[in-house]
């Protein structure tokens, strides 16, 4: 197949368990994916990063068809410093400035497609499948959201055995470490991402009882 009739698509990438998924999902697929990171002043971001490029780095030599890894730079207004990192965390209008910083990088590329990994698990206005739907509208692109309406643990399981969920990073405390980027292991996201590798192989010593 011609790279020109191969389809395209542009997804949300910060190297966390969902996006990191959702980027292997197409890859699998066989499509051309073009992982974007969206910067927007937080303080765990740039740790996040340099992990997503490492994690980048390993997906590219299993994979030809994944693009470069972009990076958009947002000004956020929000008084970061002062944030209270806790499980209430919630980023304003988070997923609006995702998917139109992804179309707009998408229409350079002629790309009509962008993915994100939400799971409409979080009480957050911004974050179910109306919302979604609204900003499928206003951006005039193909909106893809395949994970919406799924748990973490459901995730996992399902892309377990293709993924290298090891080398995820979801925390918003991280440090380096002898060379390394660690997780804090105490903050919302680093137990949520636990938990789910957790159930999975609670599951399957489960399984193998049977």
């Not at 969902?18 to 066989?30: A, D, F, I, P, W």
């Not at 997923?95 to 990088?105: C, D, G, K, P, R």
């Not at 789910?196 to 399957?204: D, G, P, T, W």
Request: charged share 25%; aromatic share 8%; hydrophobic share 35%.
């Amino acid at each position: 197949m011609r790279q020109g009739n191969i389809p395209k698509v542009v997804v949300l990438f910060s190297g966390g368990v969902e996006s990191t998924c959702l980027l292997y999902m197409y890859l699998q697929k066989g499509w051309l994916v073009y992982p974007l990171y969206v910067k927007s002043g937080y303080p765990w971001e740039g740790l996040e990063l340099e992990n997503a490029k490492r994690l980048w780095q390993y997906t590219k030599k299993i994979h030809k068809n994944l693009m470069p890894l972009r990076t958009i730079n947002l000004l956020n207004p929000e008084p970061l410093n002062r944030r209270r990192h806790d499980k209430d965390l919630y980023m304003p209008l988070r997923n609006l400035n995702l998917v139109t910083s992804a179309s707009i990088y998408a229409s350079t590329k002629s790309i009509k497609r962008v993915a994100i990994g939400s799971l409409d698990m979080y009480p957050f206005p911004d974050n179910n499948a109306e919302y979604m739907e609204d900003l499928r509208r206003l951006v005039g692109m193909e909106l893809l959201t395949p994970f919406m309406g799924m748990h973490k643990e459901e995730v996992v399981k399902r892309f377990a055995n293709h993924v290298p969920l090891n080398k995820t990073l979801s925390c918003i405390l991280p440090r380096k470490q002898g060379g390394r980027i660690v997780a804090c292991g105490r903050c919302e996201k680093c137990k949520e991402r636990e938990d789910a590798i957790q159930s999975l192989l609670s599951y399957e010593v489960i399984g193998s009882m049977k």
